[in-house]
Structures are given as C-alpha cells and as structure tokens.
DNA sequence: AAAAAAAACTGATCTATATCAATTTTATTA
DNA sequence: TAATAAAATTGATATAGATCAGTTTTTTTT
C-alpha cells in the first residue's frame, strides 16, 4: 500500500489492541498490507470531529487525548494508550466522527480502513464479539463520567481524575501527567483557575505530592472518599 | 419456558427492535420460546443499577426511563420507547447493571437471556452488526448528551431537552410529556425549581406552549438557537 | 543566552444556579 | 367527597465555581 519503511507490524506487534489476539495470521497480515503508520508530534491532531470516520486508527506508541468540542469550549472524554483503539464506535452506524483526537506526546499511529475492519468483523465471529466487548467496556467507562461530570462538585470530580489516571491509565501510584492544567480542567470540567487551585490544596493537604507534572497519591483513602462524597 | 397467556409474539411483533429484523423465522421462535413478558405499572422499576445483567429487556409497549445514580442523585440518561432494548451494553463485557431502569407508564417488557442473544450473535452476523450499529447509536446519543451536560447552562440544556423529546422521543411539535418536573430536571441535571422556572420563562416568552404536560413548540429558531449558545 | 510566548499560578469579584422555606395545585386514598 | 399526600410553583437567600486581571514561572524561539 505504501512503501514507505514501517516501524511495526501487525503480527510480531508487541501493542496490539486487545481484539487483535482474535485474528489468524493471515488476517493480520491483511491489516499489515492495508494499513499507514504516521508519526506524529506532541500536540497534533490525528483526527478531526465532523470530518469522515473512514479509518480505525490505532496508537502502536505515544498516548492521546479524545474530546468533544462545542463552541469554544472542550471537554476532555478519556486518555488514550499504546494499545488504544480510535473510531470504533463509527462502525456500521455513521461514517462523521463525534470527537476529535490529538497526541499527548510524539506518537506512531496505525490507520487502518474501516472497511477492512468491518469485513473481519464479517468474516471473525471471535473478532465481533471482541469489538462488542470493546465498545462496551468504553460505554462502561462513560457512565463513570457522566456520574463524575455531572453529579459530583470539583473535589470529587478532582479525585475522581486522579484515581483514574493513576489506576487506569498508568496503573502507578506515582505518575508523570502529561496533561497540561488545562487539560485537566478539560477533563474534569471545571475552569483552569478551579484545577489549578484544588490541585494545590490536595497538595497542601497531603492528600497528593505534587511537583509541576510530577504526581504521587499520598492518600489513596482521602482520594476515594472525595470521589464518594462527590 | 412459561405458561401464562403473552400478549405478544415475536415473529408477528410489531414492536420489534431493528436488530430482531436480522433473524430468521426460527431464531425468532428460539428467541420466543425463550421470553418472558411482563406488566409493570407505571413507576415500578425494571431493573436496578449494581444488579445482574442476566438478561436482555425489551419494551414492548410503554415507555421507561434509564437513569444512575449517585447518593441520592439522579441522572436520568435516556427515555426508552417500545421497540428499544435495555442491557445491550453488559454483552460480552459485564454481568453488572450500571444503570437502573423505571417505567413511565404501565408497560409490557419482554425478558430474553443474554444467553439467548450472545448465541445469536455468534450463528447470525448480520444480527451481530445491527448490534454494534444499535451500540454505536447508543454511544453516539451518548455524546450530544455529555456536551449538553457539561458545556451548556441551564437554558441550553432544557432545550436541547426539548428539542429531543419532540424530534428523537415522540416526532412531533406537540407532545404529552410522561415525565415530571422532577424527571426534566433529572434528565437536564438541574434542580427541580430551576427546571420549573425556566420551562415557565420559555412559555412566557411564547418560545413554547405549556400546559401542565401538554408540551407545544412555538419557536424551532429559538429552541436551537438556545442549544447552540448553550 | 536573550527575547518572546505559553503555561502556571494567585487574589478579587461576580454570577449562575442550588438551596431553603413556604404556598398552591393536583392526585391519591379513605 | 373529604382528607391526605405528592407534585408543582414561587420568592428569598446562599454559594460553588467562573471570570477577570494580573504576576510569576516555564518553555520555546531567535
């Protein structure tokens, strides 16, 4: 397809997006044949809400943001990893992205046509299951932020994010964010002024250690506490 | 499996859920034999957040909410007609509720195993994809809703209210609302009395014609002007 | 290494919306 | 049909959190 020199490839890939174990060798070597991999720089956008959700792309290395916009305002929805899945949600419903996409750091992302995943999905009844399964697990996660967004004041939503990165995403208790305070505020909902501010009285309240972008939970039970009481 | 007399049939049911279209005549009768249909009166609750995702629901006639909660918060998600379906969202991922479910009227609602449909799923991929196509609808819905949440105040939010309940819920401009004040505050995430003033200040500003539930829309413009400004 | 730009932070002020407390209307039960 | 309970409504008050206006720190560019 192209011929540019790749970094991975689809079978020996150490990043596979979990419903690609479902798929023989000479699926996957349907995917490698069709697929791009792009690099690209901290910051940049990989995919555009409102624009055609023609490719499922795949983050073989780096980390990204997903998030709606409306106006000029942006709420981040979730953090993506090396393994993480792009536009799934698309598939055989509509061909507009909802969200858009943008690296957290220099990234390599696989970009892989729809329409070969949907001819697997036909043909791998393991694969379809796997995706349902994939699809779910990202409705699951919506529901635990919608509650977060909606129902629980900047405290808890505060703690709410940090048990989340620290539990979800980088599965550590002391983590190196690579989210900017506006992102933050993104995520959480709340102005850049109120992130900053709480972040600083966890801080000050050893509830956390925070030093710049440097985070480490002191209080695992101060934090799930804040998250309950909202 | 049951003897009681069933209102319904599934190969004749004209209520059936888009995915059912995809089945042949003796999946249909599996899916039959294999369901149970049940009364509930208005109120009552057909299944409850932190519960057994055992089964598959379908209304087939009334109407529900689906809704979290959170203390003693809460969200009401979506409004459920007949022909849709409740637990999609637990196939091949969790065995655990998120989210509770109420009727708005009294109601029929046919239970299938997710056994039932899990196997479906696998020997039918034509109903497999109309899963993830309900899915993604679901999940699309899922976003209008979190930014109108998250990024609008309350006049934005109670029209994209609106707006949804005549376009997406009911189809006209002129509708008998099954929800309560409360409801609209629960589906708008407002206070009760917020939701009551601001419903009496778009009927004084002649933006809508409200009568206890009778709703009307006098003013599209507005109404979607008011959604965008949020 | 200096200059410029962007991000992080802080304090003061403002406002959207919740909460509270009561009253009226509607629905339910005796 | 009266009595009771629940839902809807209204006005007054309180407050969480946004916005504004800076200052400081960090990062990027020249």
Same mark, same amino acid.
């Given at each position: 397809m192209n011929n540019r020199k790749k970094k991975y490839n689809c079978i020996s890939c150490p990043k596979k997006a979990n419903c690609f174990d479902k798929l023989s060798k000479e699926e996957l070597k349907l995917v490698d044949d069709n697929r791009l991999e792009i690099k690209y720089n901290k910051g940049e956008i990989i @995919?555009? /809400?409102g624009g055609f959700a023609y490719n499922i792309l795949h983050i073989t290395e780096g980390s990204a943001k997903l998030y709606v916009?409306?106006?000029d305002k942006k709420l981040i929805l979730s953090l993506l990893n090396h393994t993480?899945? +792009?536009g799934l949600h698309s598939l055989f419903y509509n061909n507009v992205l909802e969200y858009s996409a943008a690296c957290l750091e220099?990234?390599? +992302? @696989?970009?892989?046509?729809?329409? +070969?995943?949907?001819?697997l999905i036909r043909e791998n009844?393991?694969?379809? $299951?796997?995706? !349902?399964? $994939?699809l779910n697990k990202d409705t699951s996660r919506f529901y635990n932020r919608i509650i977060s967004l909606t129902q629980k004041q900047l405290h808890g939503r505060l703690a709410d994010a940090i048990l989340h990165f620290t539990k979800e995403i980088y599965n550590s208790d002391e983590i190196e964010l690579k989210l900017s305070r506006k992102d933050i505020a993104d995520f959480t909902g709340m102005s850049t002024e109120s992130a !900053?501010? !709480?972040l600083k009285e966890f801080h000050n309240d050893k509830i956390i250690d925070l030093d710049g972008k440097?985070?480490?939970?002191?209080?695992? /039970? !101060?934090?799930e506490k804040l998250s309950e009481i909202g």
């Amino acid at each position: 397809m192209n011929n540019r020199k790749k970094k991975y490839n689809c079978i020996s890939c150490p990043k596979k997006a979990n419903c690609f174990d479902k798929l023989s060798k000479e699926e996957l070597k349907l995917v490698d044949d069709n697929r791009l991999e792009i690099k690209y720089n901290k910051g940049e956008i990989i @995919c555009k /809400q409102g624009g055609f959700a023609y490719n499922i792309l795949h983050i073989t290395e780096g980390s990204a943001k997903l998030y709606v916009e409306h106006n000029d305002k942006k709420l981040i929805l979730s953090l993506l990893n090396h393994t993480d899945l +792009i536009g799934l949600h698309s598939l055989f419903y509509n061909n507009v992205l909802e969200y858009s996409a943008a690296c957290l750091e220099n990234s390599y +992302i @696989c970009s892989i046509s729809t329409n +070969i995943i949907s001819t697997l999905i036909r043909e791998n009844i393991e694969f379809a $299951t796997s995706i !349902i399964s $994939t699809l779910n697990k990202d409705t699951s996660r919506f529901y635990n932020r919608i509650i977060s967004l909606t129902q629980k004041q900047l405290h808890g939503r505060l703690a709410d994010a940090i048990l989340h990165f620290t539990k979800e995403i980088y599965n550590s208790d002391e983590i190196e964010l690579k989210l900017s305070r506006k992102d933050i505020a993104d995520f959480t909902g709340m102005s850049t002024e109120s992130a !900053i501010r !709480i972040l600083k009285e966890f801080h000050n309240d050893k509830i956390i250690d925070l030093d710049g972008k440097k985070l480490k939970i002191i209080s695992h /039970q !101060i934090l799930e506490k804040l998250s309950e009481i909202g």
